[in-house]
């Protein structure tokens, strides 16, 4: 859309006539600026200005990307965890006790409630707030929850387990749009890069410099969803995107975060980009007007 290249952001498709507001969870490995001015672009290509510009208030959860070694810690001297039976409250506390405060802030300073946008696994972890505050601060605080590239399932029996059984735990206690009744559900998913095995890659070096987003792609669906052969945004399989009993829509083209996977190159063809901002948008506006 040319935003790479330093043209003025298009007019947008919509604009929100209630003045809503979204708190954006980010995915893990993500520091809060990456929503604002990622990898260093001016703040009007962020995700945040994006969302500006159409009429709605945001608010970042304020997480630095040093804090992630938190979670590290947690899998570390909690026992369930290290046997692959974690709970997101434990080695993610901190992540939802920030959000938890920062999603109060909003709902008293705009007076009605916000609609949490996760993106990566921030959208399990919106899931994983739910799930630990309750349905009673849930419908007081939560207008809905869109997920933007969130893995949803744990990978399949026999796989490495990032989450150290969290997602696991968090599916069985609360599976699928749990609070369905009550507050919206939206999932988003790309269906941008099929994977392909390159042979002698070696898939931690990667996240270093890729040989390409295919092989990249191989290996981050891999430690997902058990399968590198698939489709998906370029490190979440579609498949694994798409949360039962929420509304879903997948996008052509769209890639997961602000970089291209396996490279510190920008691309303006991500969930968080104004390419496709419109295009999901609509979803959460039709959604907002109904609720």
Same mark, same amino acid.
């Given at each position: ?5 330093? @043209?003025? &952001? ?19 490995? *993500? ?5 604002? @001015? ?9 995700l945040a200005a994006c969302? *500006? ?25 909690? #026992?369930?965890?290290? *046997? !692959? *039976?974690?709970?997101? @409250? ?14 109060? #802030? ?19 972890l919106a899931r994983a ?11 007081? $605080? ?9 893995? $949803?399932? &744990? ?15 968090? %599916? +069985? ?25 390159? @042979?002698?890659?070696? &898939? ?12 990249? =792609?191989? %290996? ?5 969803? !058990?399968? !590198? %052969? ?8 579609? =498949? ?12 052509? !083209?769209?890639? $997961?975060?602000? +970089? ?28 907002? =007007? #109904?609720?």
């Amino acid at each position: 859309d040319g935003r790479l290249d330093g @043209e003025p &952001p298009p007019k947008p498709r919509r604009v929100a006539a209630d003045k809503d507001s979204f708190v954006i969870l980010p995915g893990f490995g *993500n520091d809060a600026i990456d929503y604002v @001015e990622p990898l260093g672009q001016d703040a009007a290509v962020g995700l945040a200005a994006c969302l *500006n510009r159409r009429g709605f208030g945001v608010t970042i959860t304020p997480v630095q990307r040093g804090d992630w070694l938190k979670v590290f810690l947690g899998f570390l001297f909690d #026992e369930d965890s290290r *046997n !692959g *039976n974690g709970k997101a @409250e434990v080695a993610y506390g901190w992540y939802l006790d920030e959000s938890k405060r920062l999603v109060e #802030e909003s709902v008293q300073s705009g007076g009605k409630p916000v609609v949490l946008l996760g993106h990566s696994a921030g959208g399990w972890l919106a899931r994983a707030l739910l799930q630990r505050e309750g349905l009673d601060w849930t419908s007081r $605080h939560v207008k809905g929850v869109v997920t933007l590239g969130s893995p $949803h399932f &744990p990978p399949p029996e026999g796989f490495m387990d990032m989450t150290c059984g969290c997602v696991r735990n968090l %599916n +069985n206690a609360q599976p699928g749009a749990f609070f369905s009744d009550d507050i919206f559900y939206i999932s988003i998913a790309g269906d941008a890069v099929v994977g392909e095995q390159i @042979e002698g890659n070696v &898939p931690i070096l990667e996240l270093i410099q890729s040989p390409s987003p295919e092989s990249t =792609a191989y %290996n981050s669906y891999s430690a997902v969803c !058990g399968k !590198g %052969n698939v489709t998906g945004d370029g490190v979440v399989p579609l =498949a694994w995107a798409h949360l039962p009993g929420a509304k879903q829509l997948t996008i052509e !083209g769209c890639l $997961h975060s602000i +970089n291209i996977a396996g490279t510190t190159k920008p691309t303006d063809s991500s969930y968080l980009c104004e390419k496709y901002v419109d295009t999901w948008l609509d979803v959460v506006l039709d959604a907002l =007007a #109904e609720a």
